[in-house]
């Protein structure tokens, strides 16, 4: 497909887009972030017995028990914090935007661990406000309305690297408003409740249980996995997510390449 704005044309390569989504699996036995116990898969038990066909039942119809939030790429809405509990039906926009992919390094110097404050701990590897803003200064401000960070190092399972209160709250101050990253949180897992960068996203101060206003649409997207296709550059962003009534649902971030176009239709060279 293509279109013009600002005075330039791009195309995005519908036919190549890459999929994101960590695939939800059952029963692994795997560890699971924040300690939640492993999804579960369970055959409907009917009247007529269990809806398995390996069992001598006609269908299979599953049960499925799992927690978005810990179990495989996920979005979640301001409805996490919020007393309203607003879900993705209240709040989601399903539709194309444009957005970036940026890669950024991780810090664990003393300037990171003072942005980070409470919620640091010795060892820990941020994401700092600076690491943002260099990323940013390659990105096509048209491509801002979604927004994937690659991290390096994204840090062990045990201690995954965080963004900072400060670095989400520049995202909110560019006008991102679909935000993706392979991290299991935003935030330090056990930060003592304080989730400053879930807040700062959402332009919500601390202790605060309500998104502002202009932030009440934006989406979090987490545990997601970005394989080497995915470059840093402009892309169009397919976020497809079930129309489920809860804060957080399993989804699908699928970017189509975009490239820059001669208004002659000659594409331009890379």
């Not at 935007?97 to 941020?126: F, Q």
């Not at 690297?161 to 991102?176: C, F, K, P, V």
């Not at 892309?235 to 699928?254: E, H």
């Amino acid at each position: 497909m293509s279109w013009e704005a600002d005075g330039r044309r791009y195309e995005a390569a519908i036919a190549a887009g890459i999929d994101c989504a960590r695939p939800l699996r059952f029963d692994t036995g795997a560890p699971v972030p924040f300690a939640a116990p492993s999804a579960l898969r369970r055959a409907l038990d009917l009247a007529t017995g269990p809806a398995d066909v390996r069992r001598g039942g006609v269908v299979n119809a599953d049960r499925l028990d799992i927690v978005p939030h810990a179990h495989g790429t996920h979005t979640e809405t301001f409805g996490h914090l919020s007393e309203g509990r607003e879900t993705l039906v209240d709040v989601f926009d399903p539709r194309l935007v444009p957005a970036s992919v940026i890669t950024v390094e991780a810090s664990s110097d003393v300037r990171a661990a003072e942005e980070a404050g409470p919620s640091w701990a010795v060892g820990d590897l941020v994401v700092t406000r600076s690491a943002l803003l260099g990323g940013l200064a390659s990105c096509d401000p048209s491509f801002l309305e979604g927004f994937a960070v690659r991290i390096a190092p994204p840090g062990p399972p045990d201690a995954p690297t965080y963004l900072t209160g400060a670095a989400a709250s520049l995202l909110g101050e560019r006008g991102i408003l679909h935000l993706v990253l392979e991290l299991p949180s935003i935030d330090r897992p056990e930060d003592g409740g304080r989730l400053a960068a879930h807040r700062a996203f959402w332009g919500m101060d601390a202790g605060s249980r309500s998104a502002r206003p202009d932030r009440r649409g934006c989406t979090l997207t987490e545990m997601a996995v970005f394989p080497p296709s995915l470059r840093d550059g402009s892309y169009l962003l397919d976020l497809q997510v079930p129309p489920i009534d809860s804060d957080a649902a399993p989804s699908r971030p699928v970017f189509y390449p975009v490239r820059t176009a001669r208004m002659s239709g000659r594409p331009e060279p890379p």
